[in-house]
């Protein structure tokens, strides 16, 4: 969408054409464009030619207010004690790419970061960037005078039945998602444990998690269901059975969005309406498979 604005043109060094000079091309840029991102992985640390030369030279524009360099965490290392480590990393918190159940929400952080960095820069120039303008539409847009104002502004909306069905499909890819990064982080963290992630068909998968080789845990996550009446089903163990769960997520709304509700009330604490997020929905399905290893190991 920033390119589809003209608030931003990019370059990156596959852009380099056969025959050109490589540090050339690399340092006419890298001592003119406004913006540097810094994909940072332990690859990124162990190049000499990024570490040395090209962060080198991206820190020095940026201490002297001549660029704008934006840290982008892709993979997990250990860039805190780096010279760009004083400087505020995306996505939030600055937690790697990788680590993120939905990776588009991640790099939906790292596009917003770049926004906010080209807006900063249009307010403090005094002449049109060679390679950053602001938006057209922002910048036609009339002034609108402060003043007093009620915050209560908010109206009701509604839901139709497709915008349900598409949270609904929406929901189920993220906790798929979110599962199976899950799966390959536990076995990272945990010495002889490994998990399985299948992809059954769109709208079911199975999950396992294995101790020494031994299945410990299994579920199955299926959209839909005959007798049951739709909904995100929760069911222990592999099956291809759509109408038997041991929970289920319903797709919700209020006057203002939809959610997720839980059909029991297992872990909620008592809450008497619980109101789930996409992530909420998907933490409270990977609570009932790891639980019970969790509180027996």
Not at 24 to 49: C, G, T
Not at 181 to 206: I, T, Y
Not at 243 to 266: K, T, V
Request: glycine share 8%; hydrophobic share 40%.
């Amino acid at each position: 969408m920033l390119k589809r604005q003209g608030v931003i043109e990019t370059w990156h060094d596959r852009r380099i054409g056969a025959g050109e000079n490589i540090d050339h091309a690399i340092d006419e840029h890298i001592n003119s464009d406004e913006i540097i991102l810094l994909l940072v992985s332990p690859d990124f640390i162990a190049s000499d030619y990024c570490y040395e030369i090209e962060m080198k030279r991206a820190m020095e524009r940026h201490a002297a207010g001549e660029a704008v360099v934006i840290p982008v965490i892709l993979r997990a290392c250990d860039w805190h004690h780096a010279p760009f480590g004083k400087l505020n990393a995306t996505p939030r918190d600055g937690k790697p790419i990788t680590q993120w159940p939905d990776t588009d929400e991640a790099f939906l952080q790292v596009a917003k970061a770049v926004r906010g960095a080209v807006e900063n820069l249009v307010k403090k120039a005094s002449t049109p960037a060679a390679q950053v303008c602001a938006p057209a539409a922002p910048a036609a847009m009339p002034a609108i005078e402060s003043g007093p104002r009620s915050s209560n502004l908010r109206m009701a909306k509604s839901f139709t039945q497709k915008d349900k069905d598409q949270f609904q499909a929406e929901a189920f890819d993220f906790i798929a998602r979110f599962f199976e990064n899950s799966l390959n982080e536990l076995g990272q963290r945990n010495r002889g444990v490994e998990g399985s992630f299948r992809r059954v068909d769109a709208n079911r998968f199975h999950a396992t998690i294995y101790r020494n080789g031994k299945d410990v845990a299994r579920c199955t996550i299926y959209m839909g269901g005959g007798a049951l009446g739709g909904g995100i089903n929760y069911l222990q163990g592999h099956s291809s059975d759509s109408n038997s769960l041991n929970e289920s997520l319903s797709i919700q709304a209020d006057d203002q969005a939809m959610y997720l509700r839980p059909m029991g009330m297992a872990f909620m604490g008592g809450e008497r309406d619980p109101k789930l997020s996409l992530e909420g929905g998907a933490e409270f399905f990977w609570d009932m498979l790891i639980r019970p290893l969790q509180q027996g190991w």
